[in-house]
């Protein structure tokens, strides 16, 4: 049997090594690195929001083109979206959520209420914002915000995140 | 399942005296109707008669010195409002009768602590232990009460059990569901609210309706108008005065929009959780057409605050009507396909035979709405109870099946019927003004409002152009119970479809 005419091996050049795996991890941060996996946490909203960040899923806004999606665990997220006003009853839900949720992770709160309280400011069963039980990131107000500010908040994370 | 927990004496220096009315049982002014104050005795024994008359329990409610309960008399077309004094801090319960009574017993006990003498469940509803106080409605405050346990620890050993919630699926309301599970099978299932009480009934008290309108707008987002019209219709009516014919329309127009909208939201959904992506596409496409007219038309996507009492806050905007109309022809000219996608054997076939809530189940519970029409309950308050539907009575949809096929069924005719009154509305909408303001006078009412998922009831009584009390009975306090009965029957992995079928809602019955 004869030996296949291939030429023998010779050592890859070690800088064009560096230099290619240097530019793939630059575009690979750009291009392939921006997905955002996000846990939704409702605190006592009035269902508002979560209308709205469900037509972020219709074929108008998409968020999944973005590499934004929601997930079911805490454990897989990213980012918790909290929406609702952080009633007495679900402060001990978010903060088990928090801590559920992997570094780094970041939280957004969506609409008046997770902002601050909104109209609920001062019941005996609202505690206030989302920021009054766990570090707060980013905020997205409206009463429900409409859905292209939360998508534009959405991608500004993403966008720094990719930085 | 009921396990004893004594509350003690609590509150007796609340109860009033009962001020010459035993056996007397005489009529207050609860606008439209005669509410009729009883003695405990009476109270119990109408409580007897509604059982054995079959009467429907709409709802139940407290103020400062009284429980009341709200009944409907089908054959009479009525509804019938009943109150009997509070004294020494308890009342004669209705839940042994009327097991609907269960939970409103427990969120009076828990807001006022009111004992419910008899009560076949004394547990806990709203009040989760994190309070300040115990009892915030009650005029004296009392120190917080510890958390409790809500379940038998021994079942854990005997059975598997399953825990959803409060944070669960992918965008949910926050509540609880616990199933036990034999194998697949699932044997029992208790739901636990009050997450999301947000404490409502005390932040209306003391406003202006039109400050607290706000507050029945954010009861349930996708019940706003809904729950913003029955407000307003109370408040109308217990001061005397009505809203313009005008805005009467545009309430209309507004109503039946929210009902298109959130019937295609729960048919997205439907079609998300069987995989059939044509359906929740399709779906997800005509509603975010009809916001965007509604945003268009009343500059809000949800027409959240849109309706007020004494009127709506803003007029329909120039070329509003022709967005609405153009959406809705969108929405005509997709329901056909909605149909046929539904009569297909990927749908058909995974929600046929589920989820089945008929018969002596779904009347005990007192559903109305798609759950209570997709059963053959043909109650719909818009032609008997709504009088801006007078004039243009809704052909109200019934399938008898009361499966999962079923409601998508029912919700399918009423954007059908929904388009047809929008479009009727709007070719005939009266000049005039939009909002007339309010006396500042006094007086009770009751005044009610059709959603997407059934009968709002709103009770107010305003003393000197202030809401001295306030009840809004969301559809859930009724299908939350016949919920847990319908998966008693079921299979675990079906569970999540069975919910979204009764498009159960957490907020309104939170308050």
Known sequence: MSTPPTEPEEAADTEMIASLSARLEAAAQARLGRSLAIRHVNTGSCNGCELELRALSNVFYDLERFGLRFVESPRQADVLLVTGPLTRNLKAALEQAWDATPDPKWVIAVGDCAVDGGVFKGSYAVLGGTGLSVPVDLTISGCPPQPNRILSGLRALLEANAA | ?511
Not at chain 2, 76 to 94: F, K, M, Q, R
Not at chain 2, 271 to 297: F, H, K, N, P
Not at chain 2, 391 to 404: E, K, L, N, S, Y
Request: hydrophobic share 50%.
């Open chain 2, 1 to 511: 399942m009921a396990r004893g927990r004594d509350y003690g004496a609590i509150m007796t220096d609340s109860a009033p005296t009962a001020g010459g009315t035993i056996g007397a049982s005489p009529a207050e002014t609860c606008k439209p109707w005669h509410r009729h104050d009883l003695t405990a005795a009476d109270w119990a024994a109408t409580a007897r008669d509604a059982a054995a008359q079959s009467r429907v329990l709409l709802a139940h409610w407290a103020d400062a010195s009284r429980v009341y309960a709200l009944f409907l008399d089908i054959d009479a077309n009525a509804a019938v409002p009943i109150s009997t004094a509070v004294e020494g801090g308890a009342y004669p319960a209705l839940s042994p009768l009327l097991p609907a009574a269960a939970l409103y017993e427990r969120m009076i006990a828990d807001l006022f602590g009111y004992r419910a003498d008899g009560a076949i469940d004394p547990r806990p509803w709203l009040d989760h232990g994190t309070w300040p106080g115990a009892f915030p409605m009650a005029p004296r405050a009392s120190p917080p009460r510890p958390d409790f346990d809500r379940f038998d620890p021994g079942e854990q050993d005997r059975h598997m059990v399953l825990s959803i919630g409060p944070v669960a699926g992918l965008i949910e309301e926050a509540a609880h569901l616990r199933l036990t599970l034999d194998g697949p099978a699932i044997l029992g299932a208790e739901a636990v609210l009050g997450f999301t009480h947000k404490g409502t009934l005390g932040l209306m008290r003391g406003k202006s309706p039109r400050n607290a309108a706000r507050f029945a707008a954010r009861l349930s987002a996708d019940s706003t108008v809904a729950h913003s019209i029955a407000f307003a219709a109370a408040a109308e009516a217990a001061l005397d005065a009505a809203a313009p014919p005008r805005a009467q329309r545009l309430r209309v127009i507004m109503l039946e929009t929210e009902r298109i909208a959130v019937h295609l939201d729960n048919l997205a959904e439907i079609g998300r959780l069987a995989a059939a992506r044509s359906v929740s596409t399709l779906c997800g496409r005509l509603r975010e057409t009809l916001l965007r007219a509604s945003q268009s038309a009343f500059g809000h996507r949800l027409m959240m605050d849109c309706v007020v009492p004494g009127g709506v806050g803003a007029d329909i905007a120039d070329g509003g009507a022709g967005a609405l109309l153009r959406a809705c022809a969108d929405i005509a000219a997709g329901l056909t396909e909605i149909r046929r996608l539904h009569d297909g054997t990927a749908l058909a076939s995974r929600l046929g035979g589920l989820g089945v809530a008929s018969g002596t189940v779904l009347a005990a519970s007192g559903a109305g709405g798609v759950a209570g029409r997709a059963g053959g309950r043909a109650f719909d308050v818009r032609p008997a109870f709504m009088p801006a539907f007078s004039q243009m009575p809704p052909a109200v949809t019934i399938a008898a099946a009361g499966d999962a096929a079923a409601r998508q069924a029912v919700r399918i005719g009423e954007i059908g019927e929904s388009l047809r009154l929008i479009g009727g509305a709007l070719d005939a909408l009266p000049a005039g003004p939009v909002a007339l303001p309010l006396p500042q006078t006094s007086g009770e009412a009751i005044a009610c409002a059709e959603s997407s998922r059934g009968d709002i009831w709103h009770w107010l009584r305003i003393d000197h152009g202030q809401i001295a009390a306030a009840f809004p009975r969301d559809p859930g306090w009724a299908l939350w119970p016949l919920a847990e009965s319908v998966l008693k029957t079921a299979m675990a992995e079906d569970a999540g479809m069975i919910r979204t079928s009764f498009a159960l809602p957490a907020s309104g019955m939170d308050l």
